[in-house]
């Protein structure tokens, strides 16, 4: 029985995973591959969190790369720039590539995936998003007879355990970021997540494939959930809705939508009822109707699950000489077929929070300027009394375009009865 | 560039499907593939529903499995006797094959799928279970490195559109029947679908699938949804719970069980929120943890879809010479590494409707029989008062044997003061 050697390198929360599943499931690791599947180095800055055979271990990464008995390079250092040079090493050395990388592939990924198509080598990268989900398998290969029409995802634990908070215990953003942070749901520096940033990663690598042209990362629009108020959160449930932070690619005649944003969903949809750190993605493609797939985003063996289940399907290839699956890759920019739609132009329905003084007056002088801008309310609850301060005005309008939302929005907050600047959130998932 | 050719046995709702899907994107379906992908015959009863090239219509379904020109047979007449010979017959002749024949796999599945592994060819099965939802996908490769706990399955859109309705209208099982008939979700004689036998052909393949062996179908213990009334549905909602069809594989120390039985889960499962038409999957896993897929599971295009994403997949190991996947079916009976535990010993909680004369004593009577089996009762509701007639008593109890409770049934219905036999359903996923 033939042997195929994989080389880890890092080895912290999940490169322990895999050794541990590698420790665990060797038969039935062995026998899904037809071959003995080995863990034949390992490079490390530091002990690794579990015990691995001193023999394995070496701090070169770079001579990982270049072992010439390594089959399969598993990369889990993170960052983009070590791990971007040790992977093109990898690739030029005609070695296949598995990686949990989602930043490294987001912004460097197209050189990755034009090198791995080159040297027809195979790359996995079902780690990259959601954790567990089989998402890019799913896309790649069981959505293949579809034109996808929309992805729209909770890609990121962090800012859905915060919303999910949030929803449940009328707490403000900052309070519920500090308890993420004490429970180790947060990163001490969260900036990545609660900014949309991480989430953006995981659009760029799913939305690339799934529309089959590589989009680069700063064509993504990004907004992240800081700016959400508990009011916002109590208003969207009073009007039947949850606020996710939504990554969204949409394909409408031709142009693609892709973007990062605070959202507010219908309570019925499937989406609304994915709370704390779980992760969903809902596709709708024109044959196969709306899908939804969800589990675990993030986490030791989650994300371990799916790097070995790439390792495995890799070194099958391998012992049936299977040429690699990486002609499948996005491996050409965006735009030969499918061009990107600017923001301005998306249509979208609208959450407004406008906080006016308690004049007469007030409501038709906002509804006026919205008027003039085509953008039609459907329905709104004005709040309390108080002619010393600001209340708030909440409005849902009927599907606008993000240009004239936002010329309104300007004219709105400049008017002399608006207090501070309106609150606007992106409608979507009504017509699911 | 080299010719795929494809042939399809029947050309019904799904084989329309798929003639569709390949009219509709011959190219991008040639792309993936690497090659043309062509349909070169359809062998039909009667005329086709959609436009088909009269030259490749052909009345002789045993002449395209022997067709040396075709690559891979798809297909799609239903039923077990002609279609296993056609089946085994292509195969025979060194074609891959592509089913959605759920009966087929669940009840003939060993002889077929021992028949690929030993001519190396290659078969896909992914529209023969929730139609575009790609679940066999998954657990083939997404979840290879995991051990599976448990799946759970909402697996056939009839009972699930029918318990939906009699939740959302508390109208009886018998008349949400005959609309679902007279709206076309249910067929005339609905007895597979309502008695649990089509869920349990789906449970068949996915369970063998997933614990490495192949389950006998007369093994699977199934239990239809016919006797769930409207008062069940009204309490469930009561006790914040849902009553959904479920197939149920689980693993626990060794012992497989496999059943498909009306069950009450929390309303809070994921699998609570599926409603009508639609199919869903949760899956739990040692490394992936809790996993669900949603989606269409039947109708023509989102079974089309899985059709077409098998014949892509195949085509593509054609073109790139890859051998067959087939080394990884389920090509020998469970028991070896797994057994199955017999129905008696399976554990669950239970909700009791017993229907009791209203006199004292009555709760202590029923109350007493459970005892004496170990069965203790975790909450309780006794409604209306009624001296001249039967008054419900439910109950929801602990973990129990099934061994235990149905013992324990046969004395409480045997009891004077009870007044018709005593409604029991087993409650799942409150651990999840």
Do not use: W
């Not at 180095?41 to 270049?66: F, G, H, N």
């Not at 969207?236 to 892709?258: D, F, M, N, S, T």
């Amino acid at each position: 029985m033939r042997t195929i050697n994989v080389g880890l390198l890092g080895c912290g929360t999940v490169g322990s995973g895999v050794v541990k599943l590698f420790q665990e499931h060797p038969d039935l690791l062995d026998r899904r591959v037809g071959a003995k599947l080995r863990i034949r180095k390992v490079a490390v800055r530091s002990a690794p969190r579990v015990p691995v055979d001193a023999k394995l271990l070496t701090k070169e990464a770079m001579e990982v790369v270049r072992d010439p008995q390594i089959d399969i390079i598993v990369e889990l250092i993170g960052g983009t720039d070590v791990a971007k040079a040790l992977c093109l090493e990898a690739v030029a050395n005609g070695k296949h590539l598995v990686t949990a990388n989602k930043a490294l592939l987001a912004e460097h990924g197209l050189e990755i995936y034009r090198a791995a198509a080159e040297k027809r080598v195979d790359l996995g990268f079902e780690a990259s998003v959601c954790g567990a989900i089989p998402i890019i398998r799913s896309v790649k290969e069981g959505l293949v007879a579809n034109r996808i029409l929309s992805i729209m995802g909770i890609v990121n634990g962090t800012t859905n355990y915060i919303l999910t908070k949030m929803t449940e215990s009328s707490q403000a953003f900052a309070s519920v970021l500090a308890e993420a942070q004490a429970k180790g749901y947060a990163e001490a520096d969260p900036t990545l997540d609660v900014g949309g940033g991480d989430a953006a990663h995981k659009l760029q690598i799913l939305a690339s494939l799934a529309y089959g042209g590589y989009i680069r990362f700063s064509d993504i629009y990004i907004e992240g959930i800081q700016k959400i108020e508990a009011v916002d959160i109590a208003f969207a449930r009073e009007l039947g809705y949850r606020i996710k932070l939504l990554a969204i690619a949409k394909q409408e005649q031709g142009e693609l939508e892709v973007r990062v944003h605070p959202t507010m969903i219908p309570e019925a949809h499937l989406l609304a009822s994915v709370g704390g750190v779980y992760n969903a993605v809902h596709i709708r493609g024109d044959s196969c109707g709306s899908l939804m797939f969800s589990g675990r985003g993030a986490g030791q063996m989650p994300t371990a699950s799916s790097v070995v289940a790439d390792i495995v399907e890799i070194a099958h290839n391998i012992v049936f000489h299977r040429p690699s699956h990486a002609s499948l890759l996005p491996t050409s920019a965006v735009g030969s077929e499918i061009t990107l739609r600017p923001m301005e132009r998306i249509t979208s329905g609208y959450y407004l929070r406008v906080m006016a003084m308690d004049k007469p007056g007030v409501l038709s002088k906002v509804s006026g300027v919205l008027g003039e801008h085509n953008i039609s309310i459907a329905s709104m609850i004005q709040k309390g009394r108080d002619e010393a301060a600001a209340v708030p005005i909440v409005m849902l309008t009927h599907q606008a375009v993000e240009g004239d939302m936002r010329r309104a929005l300007q004219k709105i907050n400049a008017l002399d009865v608006i207090a501070q600047e309106t609150m606007c959130i992106r409608v979507e998932g009504v017509e699911d």
